[in-house]
């Protein structure tokens, strides 16, 4: 009995096998993905530096905390907040710089797939979206489907709004099922389940239809979206070329003028 102690398996931690792959694999490939895209104008190393700060991050959660932590909870945590620090900043960066490198501009397209995409994801992972039930949860969804589609006008790339669009289609599931149980009951028939499709074409021919609209107009949109934001942040509106305030609408002037 003394011995049942001796027993019980306790896992360790492999601290320099990890401290090895974080000094001489992770940190090594971060600042070479850096140098090569300073030197080389590599826009696509981009994702060997995001993706890399993620392993980074796992990596010291594991050398420092307890085998007993929840690594899966603080990375769907971290992606978060990382992935939406990097989504914000470059937002902020597009609508305040109307012309911006040619290396960034072309990074645009590696930012919105690598960190748009993947707080996109986290946030359903993090909100257990369209599983839960739990009516906070859907409030703080229902709150967070506005944010790719502000997004995607600001760096002027279509796939947050596609994500946008996916989203509210969840949305309008869920509209449709929580509807179809206030009114029939949480059992369904072939009544209840002709309802809640219904409910839901209804629904996605308002999303089609809205999507129809936006995509005619979109320039317009954008642009006035743009001005908006801008003017809320102090700054003046940009013309269609990407000049903003008086430098639009000086070089629409004649040349004498």
């Given at each position: 009995d ?29 600042g ?6 300073l030197?080389?104008r ?6 060997n530096?995001y993706?890399g ?6 990596l ?12 899966t ?33 072309d ?10 995409v ?18 906070v949860?859907?409030v703080?969804?229902?709150?967070f ?6 997004f ?10 596609g994500?946008?669009a ?6 309008s599931y869920k ?9 029939f009951?949480?059992?369904y028939?072939q009544?209840e389940?002709?309802?809640?499709l219904?409910m839901?074409v ?11 609209v936006?995509?005619?107009?979109r ?9 908006l934001?801008?003017?809320c ?5 940009q013309?269609?070329?990407g000049?903003t305030?008086?430098?639009h609408?000086?070089h ?6």
């Amino acid at each position: 009995d003394d011995d049942d102690d001796d027993d019980v398996w306790v896992p360790k931690k492999a601290l320099h096998e990890m401290w090895s792959a974080v000094l001489f694999a992770d940190l090594p490939m971060i600042g070479t993905a850096v140098a090569v895209m300073l030197m080389l104008r590599a826009h696509g190393t981009f994702a060997n530096i995001y993706v890399g700060i993620i392993i980074l991050a796992f990596l010291l959660f594991e050398i420092t905390m307890p085998v007993s932590s929840d690594s899966t909870l603080f990375m769907s945590r971290f992606v978060t907040v990382y992935s939406g620090i990097v989504c914000l900043a470059f937002a902020y960066y597009s609508l305040t710089t109307p012309t911006k490198p040619k290396l960034v501009e072309d990074m645009t397209d590696w930012i919105v797939l690598f960190a748009g995409v993947s707080c996109w994801l986290c946030i359903h992972y993090n909100l257990e979206v369209p599983i839960t039930d739990k009516v906070v949860n859907w409030v703080g969804y229902a709150l967070f489907i506005p944010a790719p589609m502000a997004f995607s006008v600001m760096v002027q790339r279509t796939l947050p709004m596609g994500l946008a669009a996916i989203s509210l289609f969840i949305m309008s599931y869920k509209i449709a099922r929580e509807t179809v149980i206030l009114a029939f009951g949480d059992v369904y028939g072939q009544v209840e389940l002709v309802a809640l499709l219904s409910m839901m074409v209804l629904q996605g021919i308002g999303i089609i239809a809205a999507a129809i609209v936006y995509g005619g107009n979109r320039e317009t949109f954008d642009k006035r979206f743009r001005d908006l934001l801008a003017r809320c942040l102090g700054r003046k509106g940009q013309g269609r070329d990407g000049r903003t305030g008086e430098a639009h609408y000086n070089h629409l002037l004649p040349n004498d003028a």
